[in-house]
């Protein structure tokens, strides 16, 4: 037997002199099954899904945003300067959404849910990558902050942000 065998024996022996006559802990968490969902509820469920995060997000209403230069916008009150000081990066995102290769179903309930998280945290200023691609999210992402009322301002982001294909988006946080 080996010196490093011995000492192995040795603390082996010590670790079960320590725990002797510790009894095994029952398992105090109850996990509930899940319900299957029949085929019959499938359709109630993605409504009311898409009921839920479409709330905010309508591809039926346009805004009108500036179509001449980066894409911004400021909601009615907001001090240009903020989207000026969005442009120039500024303001540095605490959170980012990077919506490369989602559908436009799955932008908008990531983009909710960002939105969402962002004001649970107290963050005031996110990223939204939507890349460029075909332009389908470059072009409805504008549209649908645009319609948010928590959105204040968003802008083309700079180079180190993502640049032509992500926004920074300025969130309103209620003050605790």
Not at 37 to 66: G, M, V
Not at 68 to 76: I, L, S
Request: aromatic share 8%; with cysteine.
């Amino acid at each position: 037997m080996s010196k490093k065998d011995h000492i192995l024996d040795e603390d082996f022996s010590l670790f079960q002199e320590a725990v002797k006559g510790v009894k095994k802990i029952s398992h105090d968490t109850i996990i509930a099954p899940r319900r299957q969902s029949t085929k019959a509820d499938t359709p109630k469920l993605l409504a009311k899904e898409r009921q839920n995060h479409e709330f905010y997000f309508s591809d039926e209403f346009e805004p009108h945003l500036n179509e001449n230069g980066p894409t911004h916008y400021a909601r009615t009150g907001v001090s240009k300067y903020e989207v000026k000081k969005l442009r120039r990066g500024v303001y540095v995102p605490d959170m980012y959404l990077d919506m490369h290769g989602m559908t436009q179903q799955e932008a908008k309930r990531e983009l909710a849910a960002m939105i969402a998280a962002c004001l649970k945290e107290g963050v005031a200023c996110c990223c939204v990558m939507h890349g460029i691609g075909k332009h389908i999210l470059k072009q409805k992402a504008p549209l649908w902050l645009a319609q948010h009322p928590d959105v204040m301002a968003f802008h083309q982001a700079p180079l180190e942000f993502g640049g032509d294909g992500a926004l920074l988006v300025l969130l309103d946080i209620p003050e605790r």
